[in-house]
């Protein structure tokens, strides 16, 4: 993995069986990586989707700030699997963060990444693949520049909203509506702050 001089930005999306991600440092690298759990079941497929996104999220330098998809559920029997597998994953990029987390509705995604909210996963793919052939600084490190699954396509638009939340910088009216939606709402959660040096000397002076 290449050592950060800046901050990075995560992006999870999470499924029943495939989990997408991605990782970057603006102007510099950008990395992504597919966990595929087929085919584990139950409380096998939980812990090795916890495993592989640890170990993912370990091999980065320290992560600023993560997006994360909260759940579509297309059918009532998965709302219980999906919701905990969102909430495992979404309690490993917290412990990794060091400012922000934010849950992202599937639609705000859409929205952000292709200014459609009802886009199908082929425009998705494409308009990842543009902001990648955009972004020249980043992907002429990389070795594909085209994305062909819809997983880290929507991990690598979760990623720039996490950029996007972190920064306030978008560049289109549907990336600054879902922002907006997002500062007005309650998914962003932010890392409370350790308290200051001088909170910490203070102390110490009280207790002498």
Known sequence: MTASSGPVFVGIDSALN????????????WTSHLVQAKPRRGAERLAYLRSEVRSW????????????EDGAY????????????QHILQLELWDCVEASLTEVAPSQLKKFQTGKSGALKKWMKE????????????????EEREIS?????????????AYAIHTENVTTRAEAEVLVALQDSTR????????TTDSNTSASSKQA
């Open 18 to 29: 495939n989990v997408g991600l991605f990782a970057f440092e603006p102007d510099a690298w």
């Open 127 to 142: 308009a990842a693949t543009t902001w990648l052939s955009a972004n020249s600084e980043c992907s002429a490190r990389w």
């Open 74 to 85: 297309s059918s009532a029997g998965k709302i219980y699997q999906l919701g905990g597998i």
């Open 188 to 195: 962003i959660y932010e890392v409370p702050s350790w308290p």
């Open 57 to 68: 999220l370990d091999s980065l330098p320290s992560v600023t700030s993560g997006a994360i």
């Open 149 to 161: 699954n819809d997983n880290i396509a929507d991990a690598l638009g979760l990623a720039r909203i």
